[in-house]
T-cell receptor, first 114, second 109 residues
Framework: EAQVTQNPRYLITVTGKKLTVTCSQNMNHEYMSWYRQDPGLGLRQIYYSMNVEVTDKGDVPEGYKVSRKEKRNFPLILESPSPNQTSLYFC?????????????FGEGSWLTVV | QKEVEQDPGPLSVPEGAIVSLNCTYSNSAFQYFMWYRQYSRKGPELLMYTYSSGNKEDGRFTAQVDKSSKYISLFIRDSQPSDSATYLCANSGTYKYIFGTGTRLKVLA
């Protein structure tokens, strides 16, 4: 089954404790991205990757890091989480980086930073 | 001004009604338009995708784009309780996707 898998799905952590949210896709997609979804603000892009070892900032990259060492994986790293990073996070992938291709979203990761 | 604006709702309609969901966008350079449906506690899934102005139909769903007024619409005919979800419009350019905040729809049986 074609899918984007995120882990963990739910996490409560404390301020400053580094965490990684993993993302894996089994569709051999080139393009992957991370979004956060907040009430009243909608989905906002954090980082995206056009291919292995190629990443770039989205609209809200502050406080986040990413890496793309393999085509299927695109982890999101919060080096020192803060309460304003409490949010619902989605990983997504697409077959090509050009505009208009279908984005496939993961199920989401609920993160609470206390 | 947000790049994609969407009324958050909630919008409640009786089963069988025709639903109209609307968005406006500001970036003319972004030429692709999409509607996503998001059920509670799930990731968004693509409903409709269009590039040009005009209408695109898929079953009970019709997407409409008016580039002259920068207006995007989604029509749902014969709405069903299973259509109850949040609907997100999106506008995309190279590597970037801009989403509206979503309209919450509830179809009452």
């Amino acid at each position: 089954e074609a899918q984007v898998t995120q882990n963990p799905r739910y996490l409560i952590t404390v301020t400053g404790k580094k965490l990684t949210v993993t993302c894996s896709q089994n569709m051999n997609h080139e393009y992957m991205s991370w979004y956060r979804q907040d009430p009243g603000l909608g989905l906002r892009q954090i980082y995206y990757s056009m291919n292995v070892e190629v990443t770039d900032k989205g609209d809200v990259p502050e406080g986040y890091k990413v890496s793309r060492k393999e085509k299927r994986n695109f982890p999101l790293i919060l080096e020192s989480p803060s309460p304003n990073q409490t949010s619902l996070y989605f990983c997504a992938s697409s077959p090509r980086s050009s505009s208009g291709n279908t984005i496939y979203f993961g199920e989401g990761s609920w993160l609470t930073v206390v | 001004q947000k790049e994609v604006e969407q009324d958050p709702g909630p919008l409640s309609v009786p089963e069988g009604a025709i639903v109209s969901l609307n968005c406006t966008y500001s970036n003319s350079a972004f030429q692709y338009f999409m509607w996503y449906r998001q059920y509670s506690r799930k990731g968004p899934e693509l409903l409709m995708y269009t590039y040009s102005s005009g209408n695109k139909e898929d079953g009970r769903f019709t997407a409409q784009v008016d580039k002259s007024s920068k207006y995007i619409s989604l029509f749902i005919r014969d709405s069903q309780p299973s259509d109850s979800a949040t609907y997100l419009c999106a506008n995309s350019g190279t590597y970037k996707y801009i989403f509206g905040t979503g309209t919450r729809l509830k179809v009452l049986a």
